[in-house]
Nanobody, 119 residues
Framework: QVQLVESGGGSVQAGDSLRLSCAAS????????MGWFRQAPGKERELVAA????????HYADSVKGRATISRDNTKNTVYLQMNSLKPEDTAVYYC????????????WGQGTQVTVSS
């Protein structure tokens, strides 16, 4: 059974930074491409960033480009999302997701971690 556990969320001020982590209980971790999504109240879930199986390929939503960095450590079965220069509009529940291979729908989801950015 695949389990994804996010951590690192919290309440911060605008301009601050946060690093979210997602620990995955999958073997081998490198078989999965990973993504970070977020959902703000009243809004649809959106993809924030995605990373390929070995970390060489990344993708970012326009809203976070230049402020976010997704990375992974396949030796620790962990994916990270570093968010800098946080804005109030980044406030959301952030979810980690996994899918086997490179394409298709994400099939495994974490429980989410709340990020609240105040101005």
């Amino acid at each position: 059974q695949v389990q994804l556990v996010e951590s690192g969320g919290g309440s911060v001020q605008a301009g601050d930074s946060l690093r979210l982590s997602c620990a995955a209980s999958v073997r081998p971790f490198s078989a999965y491409s990973m993504g970070w999504f977020r959902q703000a109240p009243g809004k649809e879930r959106e993809l924030v960033a995605a990373i390929g199986r070995f970390g060489s390929s990344t993708h970012y939503a326009d809203s976070v480009k230049g402020r976010a960095t997704i990375s992974r450590d396949n030796t620790k079965n962990t994916v990270y999302l570093q968010m800098n220069s946080l804005k109030p509009e980044d406030t959301a529940v952030y979810y980690c997701a996994a899918r086997v291979g490179t394409y298709g729908a994400y099939t495994h989801w974490g429980q989410g971690t709340q990020v609240t950015v105040s101005s």
